[in-house]
């Protein structure tokens, strides 16, 4: 029997947030949208934009402060997190730790920020430079090794520390030396994030390990996981799962996208108040204009949020065709 197709309207607003604070970034990532074109004009969130976006979202439990561009750049950015901090949200973004200066750091800690996950992406200067396109690899390890020693100092748990690590096949073989480099810097946690592909810089479909894992990188994995284990590191997936179970793919059938919550759970707004399906749809949409629901600068998210766009778009959804960014999502990267 077939599954019942969700309702375009949802009586329940958003539970959980991504604010692209910034759409600036101090990197030149060649597996990055943004390092090749230019989807909106540059733009901070302010504060005052922030508060207004939540005002008519009184149970907002998590709110992801990133998206095309690095938030630490946002000079509120310290500010924001506080504020949403005190409304009882768990917050949290990914970073490249490039302007996370002493200072910094301390701020960092002092605001309350649930979690920081640091996208570096190498072992090695030379990888890094390659993958991250800017030569800053000893920087952000000294930057990251002052963070949790900020941390420990102060008997603070938060933020909990995490790196980061887009796989492919033009960085895998770095991957147990990821590892051992998380130990090094004293970060407990490391996730191996999928490439998500779209044919500009390294974010190719023959880069992609999704579904199409050789045995030798199959076994570095295994390494990783061995090296995981033995330093006390724990190594997921985005996702929660594991590394293997990430890049093998689960085969999910003729609409493999379908097992997504996304658009029913969260909701996306870009520095420009652009409302976006999830964080994912930037990178691979093929008519960015088309792949807008509303404007949160415009109209109260609440009103976007089962407005006719978003409507029509949780219906193609359902339907056995994809919409534009959905299209590759359990199929060419998982979910």
Request: charged share 25%.
């Amino acid at each position: 029997m077939p599954t019942p197709a969700r309702p375009a309207v949802v009586e329940t607003l958003p539970r959980s947030l991504y604010l692209e604070v910034t759409n600036r970034c101090d990197s030149g990532c060649q597996t990055c949208i943004r390092t090749f074109r230019t989807l909106e004009p540059p733009a901070d969130l302010s504060l005052h934009r922030v508060r207004a976006l939540v005002a008519g979202l009184p149970a907002l439990d998590r709110v992801v402060l990133h998206g095309i561009g690095e938030p630490l750049l946002n000079r509120e950015i310290f500010a924001i997190v506080a504020f949403l901090k005190g409304r009882g949200a768990t917050v949290l973004f990914n970073s490249d730790a490039i302007s996370l200066t002493g200072p910094r750091a301390v701020r960092l800690i002092e605001s309350g920020l649930d979690e920081y996950r640091v996208s570096m992406d190498a072992a090695t200067r030379e990888t890094y430079r390659r993958v991250r396109g800017v030569d800053q690899f000893d920087r952000v390890g000294r930057n990251v090794r002052r963070l949790v020693e900020r941390a420990r100092e102060r008997g603070s748990a938060r933020p909990r520390v995490s790196l980061w690590f887009t796989a492919s096949r033009a960085n895998l073989e770095e991957l147990p030396g990821f590892v051992a480099l998380a130990a090094r810097l004293g970060a407990p946690e490391v996730y191996v994030q999928r490439l998500v592909f779209n044919g500009l810089g390294l974010a190719t479909r023959e880069n992609s390990l999704h579904r199409a894992l050789a045995e030798r990188e199959r076994r570095l994995v295994e390494t990783a996981e061995a090296e995981a284990r033995a330093a006390g590191i724990v190594l997921r997936a985005s996702g929660l799962t594991t590394p293997l179970a990430s890049l093998a793919g689960d085969g999910r059938g003729h609409r493999p996208w379908a097992g997504c919550e996304r658009p029913w759970t969260l909701a996306y707004v870009t520095a420009n108040g652009n409302v976006l399906p999830c964080c994912i749809s930037p990178w691979v949409a093929r008519d960015y204009q088309a792949l807008i629901l509303g404007n949160a600068f415009e109209l109260p998210l609440a009103a976007i949020w089962n407005g006719e766009r978003y409507q029509r778009f949780r219906t193609r959804f359902e339907s056995d065709e994809a919409p534009d960014p959905c299209r590759g999502c359990g199929r060419l990267w998982s979910l």
